[in-house]
């Protein structure tokens, strides 16, 4: 996995020099003024056959504009991964450009714009890359305004809906429209509220309260939840791409569009870029997963909010979209690949629409006509493959159940393995990573939606992959251990009557978790064998343990030579291994100057300790041979036994 990795890396740093070249001899002086956003194809208005499989640019201040974040985004990660000085300047260049966007409530995709370029800069620079904070103090004023302009589309135009309207009044998805693509960029008011502060009052502390509104409207809206033992229980955590809602523009039908009443109601659902309306779109759903995880990641520690709502619906939408997937979903023949996670554009247009609500095969808005199968292979998309595997890895650090922290994991690794390896018809031409593609991007065989005719690269694709890439290899990293013992030495033969027997004290610390928050299982080693000459003694603390010295019940045993004790911990979900040694010796019980013999001279210095004479530079743990943590007349007596060859009791 490591070594493909590696070279996805390698690859993504060619595609996006290559690309920034693109740009520079398509617009000469003006270049950092122009964003990728997809490879051109025969649908693209505008198209010619000799830019096939060219990035198509656009400036961020347009709809169209919406993922110009990702380009940007694209340079952070990889200046992350690699330390490139160009492509940390590039990063910064292209993601000033978005700053006048901030001001303009054009849609709702701020949250694209702003979130994987300014905010991921704040990130991820430091006192060492930015001194003085003058970069990401400036990102930080940027993010609040972005954030507050944003706001101002919940309830748009005083249209009460409880959502963030998508578009405006252009026509697409009207009246009032949403999509569930929101749930991705509402974490800009998140993140607002958290940058300044978690106000209790205040304009931040409503664009929190807003978002918290928003994500329970999606939830009301836009997931489809069935209990087992319902016809559609195999549906439970899909979405509905879209809902409108009356307003009152011309797009509203009569009686509503003149009713205050009815502004802001549910007029109908649909999956828009997706085969019908009961369906589901395989991008919706891996955006729905992905946001619904940030959003518990903001909330988690208010319970006022029940966040736990949204944990259950990033992992009922995760839940779905796993089980969906080519390589396990056997109900549709027509898409079941092994080693094929790359989902559909939708999984559901093969075997058909299902019975449902809203549905509505001609579009006429009367309900109960739903769209039959294709009965066909259905083309793959990568972008959302990309999007679901980052979400999933970010999923798994934020689920408390191990079992589903794994699966998680698990998943995302093997849509990751998908996107770098996948070659479905043994062709030698790999199916995602574009490699072996005319297309620009990273990736290749991304779509626009279930009616896109051709698979070319979108930005945002290559923005998550290499943002999952990134999550992979830090939840994924080698476990790093060290260990240390407070002490050299322990007596061989303490008393078993002594209850905290004569010990040194093992502490292990992780220097580097394979895993974020995994369990431990340890095992103990001596010179590379079973432990013989010792005990180990758990503690409160799962990391630290008592090394008891073995009672062998004789009082003149030859001492044993140093010991190395070797400790192994094993990870409980990555089941990576990490092993670390120290070495201890073995004394005589009564060798209070270490000398490898009991005799006269350790006598005398127990007789000066117990008349309160300087035995430096020994200290109470020498003389200590009880184990009681006292030292004593009891003490005394077990010397003498010891030099009067009596066995210890």
């Not at 949250?111 to 800069?121: E, I, L, Q």
């Not at 994500?215 to 069935?226: S, V």
């Not at 307003?247 to 009569?254: G, H, V």
Request: one cysteine or more.
């Amino acid at each position: 996995m490591q070594e493909a990795i590696d070279d996805a890396w390698e690859y993504s740093g060619t595609r996006l020099y290559d690309a920034i070249d693109y740009l520079q001899e398509q617009h000469g002086a003006e270049y950092l003024s122009y964003y990728p956003r997809h490879t051109w194809t025969p649908e693209d208005f505008g198209y010619s056959p000799e830019l096939f499989g060219k990035w198509r640019t656009t400036t961020p201040n347009r709809i169209f504009g919406w993922a110009t974040g990702f380009w940007p985004g694209c340079l952070w990660l990889q200046w992350q991964k690699t330390g490139d000085s160009n492509m940390l300047a590039a990063a910064k260049d292209w993601t000033a450009g978005i700053e006048p966007v901030a001001t303009n409530p054009l849609d709702h995709d701020l949250g694209f714009r702003f979130m994987t370029s300014f905010r991921m800069g704040y990130g991820l620079l430091d006192d060492t890359t930015d001194p003085g904070g003058v970069w990401r103090n400036h990102a930080r004023d940027v993010l609040l305004t972005a954030a507050g302009t944003l706001n101002s589309r919940f309830n748009n135009a005083g249209i009460p809906a409880g959502l963030i309207e998508a578009v405006g009044r252009n026509g697409w998805l009207a009246p009032y429209g949403v999509v569930v693509d929101s749930m991705m960029n509402v974490s800009l008011l998140f993140e607002g509220y958290e940058l300044s502060g978690r106000p209790a009052t205040g304009p931040a502390r409503q664009w929190y309260e807003n978002g918290i509104t928003h994500a329970n409207t999606i939830i009301e809206q836009h997931l489809r939840r069935f209990d087992a033992g319902d016809p559609r229980a195999n549906d439970d955590g899909s979405t509905y791409h879209g809902s409108t809602h009356y307003d009152n523009s011309t797009y509203t039908p009569l009686p509503q569009r003149n009713d205050p009443n009815s502004w802001g109601d549910l007029y109908y659902k649909m999956t828009a870029q997706g085969y019908s309306d009961e369906t589901t779109w395989s991008r919706g759903q891996a955006w729905s997963l992905y946001g619904f995880a940030q959003v518990y990641a903001y909330t988690r520690d208010d319970p006022a909010v029940q966040p736990e709502r949204f944990l259950d619906t990033a992992c009922r939408n995760a839940n779905y979209f796993i089980s969906h997937l080519p390589h396990y979903y056997t109900a549709d023949d027509h898409n079941h690949r092994l080693g094929d996670f790359a989902p559909p554009t939708d999984f559901d247009a093969a075997l058909g629409e299902a019975v449902g609500p809203w549905n509505d095969a001609n579009n006429d808005k009367v309900y109960g006509d739903r769209r039959a199968g294709t009965h066909a292979l259905v083309a793959r998309d990568s972008s959302a493959a990309a999007i679901a595997a980052s979400g999933l890895l970010l999923l798994s650090t934020l689920v408390t159940d191990e079992d589903l922290r794994e699966e998680y994991f698990l998943a995302a690794e093997d849509i990751l393995w998908c996107l770098m390896t996948y070659d479905g018809d043994g062709d030698s031409q790999l199916d995602y990573l574009g490699k072996d593609s005319v297309h620009m991007g990273i990736l290749a065989n991304a779509r626009g939606g279930y009616s896109s005719q051709y698979g070319n690269s979108f930005i945002f694709g290559d923005f998550y992959f290499l943002e999952a890439l990134t999550r992979y290899e830090a939840l994924n990293r080698d476990l790093l251990i060290s260990l240390a013992a407070d002490y050299d030495w322990v007596y061989q033969n303490t008393p078993v009557t002594t209850l905290d027997r004569h010990h040194c004290v093992l502490t292990v610390t992780i220097t580097q978790e394979a895993r974020a928050g995994e369990s431990y299982a340890a095992g103990f080693t001596e010179n590379g064998g079973p432990l013989t000459n010792f005990t180990v003694q758990t503690t409160a603390n799962p990391l630290v343990w008592n090394l008891v010295g073995g009672r062998v019940g004789s009082s003149t045993p030859s001492a044993p030579a140093l010991r190395t004790i070797g400790v192994t911990l094993t990870g409980s979900q990555s089941g990576k291994s990490a092993s670390a040694s120290v070495q201890v010796a073995l004394r005589l019980l009564g060798d209070i100057d270490g000398n490898g013999l009991v005799g006269l001279t350790d006598k005398v210095q127990m007789n000066k300790k117990l008349n309160g004479l300087d035995t430096a530079p020994y200290t109470d743990r020498n003389f200590d041979l009880t184990g009681d943590g006292a030292v004593g007349l009891t003490d005394k007596v077990q010397i003498n036994r010891v030099l009067n060859g009596l066995a210890i009791p």
